[in-house]
């Protein structure tokens, strides 16, 4: 009996810790591919700038999970654009990718949407992603539940 109790204290702490870290929001940030890569590796989707069909890595190499703030602002067109502030691990991995991945893209999905792709031109060790618009108000509700707002107090 003591021993089912245990096992049923470890397996409800183990639920509520889980539930605890679930995420409202997910941004994923994935690197463009090389087209010979197979589906296992890769999948094709339509470049925005270019309108061409380029390859993107399934795994993503920034998430949610890489996120500390955001600030978000009203772009022009009606929707919000949005600075990203990273964790030391994503701060790392973006720094790492904008010099071994110079010249390609990298590709910005939120809540499972394409968002923007943005071209590596030069190397990002300030850990900050720039997200232009593309972001709808829904967006920014669900970010402010994960995350602080640039300026504010870690919560």
């Not at 009996?1 to 397996?11: G, I, S, Y």
Request: proline share 3%; glycine share 8%.
């Amino acid at each position: 009996m003591k021993t089912l109790c245990a096992f049923t204290f470890c397996l409800v702490f183990a639920v509520s810790e889980g539930a605890a870290k679930q995420r409202h929001c997910t941004f994923r940030v994935h690197a463009q591919a090389n087209p010979r890569d197979t589906e296992v590796f890769a999948k094709s989707v339509r470049a925005q700038v270019s309108g061409k069909t380029v390859a993107i890595e399934k795994m993503p190499w920034i998430s949610e999970n890489d996120v500390v703030a955001f600030s978000a602002y009203p772009a022009a067109d009606g929707t919000y654009g949005a600075l990203f502030q990273l964790d030391e691990h994503g701060r790392t991995v973006l720094d790492t990718l904008s010099v071994e991945r110079r010249g390609g893209l990298l590709f910005v999905f939120i809540n499972g949407r394409p968002i923007t792709e943005l071209q590596i031109d030069k190397r990002v060790s300030d850990g900050k992603i720039y997200i232009p618009s593309g972001l709808t108000s829904a967006d920014i509700e669900l970010m402010k539940k994960d995350w602080r707002t640039i300026g504010q107090r870690k919560r």
